[in-house]
Structure formats: structure tokens, C-alpha cells
T-cell receptor, first 115, second 113 residues
């Protein structure tokens, strides 16, 4: 299994540009989520999904959109990038029920810089 | 609301000595507690979790954590530190019935040779 994969690894945007961060998992996990990591602030939840067609907002959703058309993929869209969105973005997935639920598996991250 | 605090930004320990990384939490109901480790330029890796049962939880790489309900703490411990344990450690909490994890701000562990 490849686990959780994210592309791209690095990205530089100009203010106002839009882009999509890709996330895919091959573990048949129902639950997927996006976090951003900023120095001294840990990880903050942006959006999450409990299954295909179902998404919900996390702690810091403004400026981001998500969709979940398949179990495997959970892309994160930046609609109009701002310097405040400079961060490292992590995608994570887990089972949503059973003894293996709650343990989240993380992708390698995307380092985004907005100029 | 659920929250977690890691009071130390950095912990320094000599190789071979025991280490402790502190974590306290706040939840309305019963907590699910987790420790993750992040090596440079990598994603987070799961170390261990407490759901219910024995208060001492054993995890990967020789780490363990003790759940203390009265002190609302879940400190990470290892009897003998290795230089390769140097990394960023995150504590996380989830209330029963909630979906999302809340992470602490992280503690950088530096193990000196």
C-alpha cells in the first residue's frame, strides 16, 4: 500500500491565485481530513469527510473548499490564495468505526508559500 | 470543547536517560488520547493511543504513556532515550462521539549523545 499520498510537495503561489492540493489513500478509509501546521500552533483542522459525498468544516475552514467524490480522493482547493495561507498542509485518513478507527494516517505534507 | 496543552516547547535529555514529554487535556466526556511523532520534513506517525482500560499504554519504538484521569494528563515516557528519538512530538485528544482530533502545539525532543 502507498498509504496517504499528497501532491505537490512544494508550491509557491501569488496572492489571488487558486490551486488544488491533491490527497489520495489506498487503505479504503472512510474518514479523511485536512490540517494545516503552523509554527507553535500544532495542527489545525480545516475540513473533513466521513465518506464519499459528505464533508464538513473544521476549526479553520475559511478560504478553503473540499469535495469527496470517491473514497480514495479528498482534494483541498484554495479559492484565492492569501499570505496567511502560507503553511504546511497535511492530509490524513482513518477508518471511521471499529477497533482501528481513530488512528489517523498522515501524508508527507505540502509546503505552500503565498507571496 | 476539547483542548490539549503541551507545556514545554522543547525537552533536552542525554542519551540513555529516561525522558518524559508532558501533555494535559480538557474534554467534556471520556477522552481518546494519542501521541504522534514528526521527523523533519515528514508527516506525523502514530505512536500510541489510550481509549479505555489499562492506564499504562505501550506503543511503538519503546514509548509508553500513562493516562491519569484525576490530573487530566497523558505524559509520554521512555526508559532510555536514543539520539534517533529526536523529533517533534504531538499529543492529541478526541471526545467520545466527536470526529475530529485536537492537537497540542508540539514539543521538540532533543536527545544529546
Amino acid at each position: 500500500n502507498a498509504g496517504v499520498t499528497q501532491t505537490p510537495k512544494f508550491q509557491v503561489l501569488k496572492t489571488g491565485q487558486s490551486m488544488t492540493l491533491q490527497c489520495a489513500q489506498d487503505m479504503n478509509h472512510e474518514y479523511m481530513s485536512w490540517y494545516r501546521q503552523d509554527p507553535g500552533m500544532g495542527l489545525r483542522l480545516i475540513h473533513y469527510s466521513v465518506g464519499a459525498g459528505i464533508t464538513d468544516q473544521g476549526e479553520v475552514p475559511n478560504g478553503y473548499n473540499v469535495s469527496r467524490s470517491t473514497t480514495e480522493d479528498f482534494p483541498l482547493r484554495l479559492l484565492s490564495a492569501a499570505p496567511s495561507q502560507t503553511s504546511v498542509y497535511f492530509c490524513a485518513s482513518s477508518y471511521s468505526s471499529g477497533v482501528k478507527s481513530d488512528t489517523q494516517y498522515f501524508g508527507p505534507g505540502t509546503r505552500l508559500t503565498v507571496l | 470543547a476539547q483542548s490539549v496543552a503541551q507545556p514545554e516547547d522543547q525537552v533536552n535529555v542525554a542519551e540513555g536517560n529516561p525522558l518524559t514529554v508532558k501533555c494535559t487535556y480538557s474534554v467534556s466526556g471520556n477522552p481518546y488520547l494519542f501521541w504522534y511523532v514528526q521527523y523533519p520534513n515528514r508527516g506525523l506517525q502514530f505512536l500510541l493511543k489510550y481509549i479505555t482500560g489499562d492506564n499504562l499504554v505501550k506503543g511503538s519504538y519503546g514509548f509508553e504513556a500513562e493516562f491519569n484521569k484525576s490530573q487530566t494528563s497523558f505524559h509520554l515516557k521512555k526508559p532510555s532515550a536514543l539520539v534517533s528519538d529526536s523529533a517533534l512530538y504531538f499529543c492529541a485528544v478526541k471526545e467520545t462521539g466527536r470526529r475530529a482530533l485536537t492537537f497540542g502545539s508540539g514539543t521538540r525532543l532533543q536527545v544529546q549523545p
